[in-house]
Nanobody, 111 residues
Framework: VQLQASGGGLVQPGGSLRLSCTSP????????IRWFRQVPGKGREGVAC????????FYGDSVKGRFTVSRNNAKNTMYLQMSSLKPEDTAVYHC?????WGQGTLVTVSS
């Protein structure tokens, strides 16, 4: 199963980015989607989670109020809207659908 996160890049502190997660193989609406981030040498951190049917939403404490997760079912795409970015948000961001993982996308927050 292919699962691909995209939309990362370099952004200044206080800026915004929108990450996307899509798959040609599975219908994302059928899965709980999680966003994780990882910094080399540090542990994996859960960022956001949206359950199938959008029944439950969860955000990590460090991103609450700044990040928003959403779906576009017509495009079979999940989004992670990130605002008020901080240097400590710099990481590789991954999306997962159930037990499926994909390649991540690098977000760098720096002036």
């Amino acid at each position: 199963v292919q699962l691909q996160a995209s939309g990362g890049g370099l952004v200044q502190p206080g800026g915004s980015l929108r990450l996307s997660c899509t798959s040609p193989d599975i219908k994302l609406d059928d899965y709980t989607i999680r966003w994780f981030r990882q910094v080399p040498g540090k542990g994996r951190e859960g960022v956001a989670c949206i359950s199938e049917g959008d029944v439950n939403l969860f955000y990590g404490d460090s991103v609450k109020g700044r990040f928003t997760v959403s779906r576009n079912n017509a495009k079979n795409t999940m989004y992670l809207q990130m605002s008020s970015l901080k240097p400590e948000d710099t990481a590789v961001y991954h999306c997962t659908a159930g037990a499926f993982w994909g390649q991540g996308t690098l977000v760098t927050v720096s002036s």
